[in-house]
């Protein structure tokens, strides 16, 4: 049953002529507990109920969205008693939009409803915030795949690259608060940190990996990365924000806050952070091309990242917006690592349609920008 609050809404963005009219994408997300108090945040068990109130099938990606509660991704926001937010120590994903699957999508046709239930006691650090009432708002930066395409059963995923877009529509959507009494205790992630293995350790992220031909790819992204950012980084200070590629990917936002992650990532010298060929948190398949544990900013690689080429393929052989640069994936994940970007999107078109405070908190855009002004300065 949907809240009373919901359906007046619903009905009043009907109403009014919103994107909620008939054939317009519309969605509604509704959160529900066993209990608004638990004594443990091994009680914390939330239930969302996704339905697709519009009169067309859609076809949305799980990733980071209250469809996902198989990966643990961020699908909430949570605030403490004080209003703060609980940190996030999940982890956070870079995905090859030419490699996903059906198992990385739901699809719902008119007037369908899909339950997802996420356990979430591993995936904050409520222990920070301590006891006291949590308000949980789900995840709703959906992004879909245009009906026509994903209704080609046989060819459903084919060039899907350039089908994806963010959902532009209102998702209507609920809050609940629940108390915790008393445990609070940090749970660690389902999975194991690998020992180190054969590698390489200097003054930078080690290289964990028992493939000798893997360990040096992934050296080499790294070495990439850091030349990418320091790359896009002078191009900023050269340039300036009046820019036409700057402003493409990041609107009105400072330079100096560009440049800072930028410059984060140039000079990232952390001998304690493991660039790993593992995948001890079973994340790889579906896209996955590689994710950042965000309690211990160590990065693990999935299989499809290793057919990625060198960034130098940007002048000949590949292009930026297929996003398939090894040194620009790991870009992507050190932004994660030490300036705790998000993924709110991915796709270099779906970037630039973000807003401005969007643009700077998501991973993608700074991949896809720093590869474009590789691409633009360097070929």
Not at 100 to 121: C, K, M, N, P, R
Not at 135 to 143: K, N, R
Not at 222 to 247: F, H, M, N, Q, W
Not at 334 to 354: K, R
Request: glycine share 6%; aromatic share 8%.
């Amino acid at each position: 049953m949907y809240s009373p609050l919901l359906v007046l809404y619903l009905a009043a963005q009907l109403a009014l002529g919103s994107p909620l009219d008939p054939r317009a994408p519309a969605l509604s997300v509704e959160l529900s507990a066993p209990a608004t108090s638990v004594s443990s945040i091994e009680g914390l068990k939330i239930s969302a109920a996704i339905t697709n109130t519009g009169n067309e099938p859609i076809t949305l990606l799980n990733y980071n969205t209250v469809l996902d509660d198989k990966l643990p991704t961020r699908s909430f926001a949570i605030t403490g008693k004080d209003g703060k937010a609980v940190p996030f120590t999940g982890i956070k994903l870079s995905v090859s939009l030419a490699d996903v699957d059906e198992s990385s999508f739901t699809t719902l046709e008119a007037g369908q409803t899909v339950t997802t239930t996420h356990d979430i006691s591993a995936l904050y650090d409520f222990a920070s915030a301590g006891t006291g009432s949590f308000t949980f708002s789900p995840a709703i930066d959906f992004v879909t795949v245009d009906s026509a395409s994903a209704s080609k059963a046989s060819a459903k995923f084919v060039e899907r690259g350039r089908e994806f877009s963010r959902l532009e529509t209102v998702v209507a959507s609920n809050t609940i608060t629940i108390e915790v009494t008393s445990d609070v205790a940090k749970r660690d992630l389902e999975g194991r940190e690998p020992e180190a293995e054969a590698g390489t350790l200097q003054k930078r992220a080690r290289t964990t990996c028992s493939n000798a031909s893997q360990a040096s790819f992934i050296s080499s992204s790294y070495t990439e990365a850091k030349s990418l950012a320091s790359i896009a980084s002078s191009y900023v200070s050269s340039r300036g924000t009046s820019d036409s590629l700057y402003r493409a990917y990041w609107g009105s936002n400072t330079a100096s806050r560009v440049t800072s992650v930028l410059n984060g990532v140039a000079n990232e010298n952390s001998s304690s952070r493991t660039l790993s060929c593992t995948d001890p948190y079973r994340a790889c398949g579906g896209g996955v091309i590689a994710y950042t544990v965000t309690d211990t900013t160590n990065i693990y690689y999935c299989s499809i990242f290793f057919n990625e080429v060198a960034h130098s393929r940007l002048c000949s052989g590949t292009t930026v917006a297929s996003r398939n640069v090894r040194g620009g994936t790991t870009l992507h994940e050190i932004t994660h690592a030490i300036s705790n970007t998000d993924d709110v999107t991915y796709g270099c078109a779906a970037d630039q349609a973000l807003s401005d405070s969007r643009k700077i908190i998501n991973a993608d855009n700074y991949n896809c920008f720093a590869t474009q002004v590789y691409a633009n300065t360097q070929c």
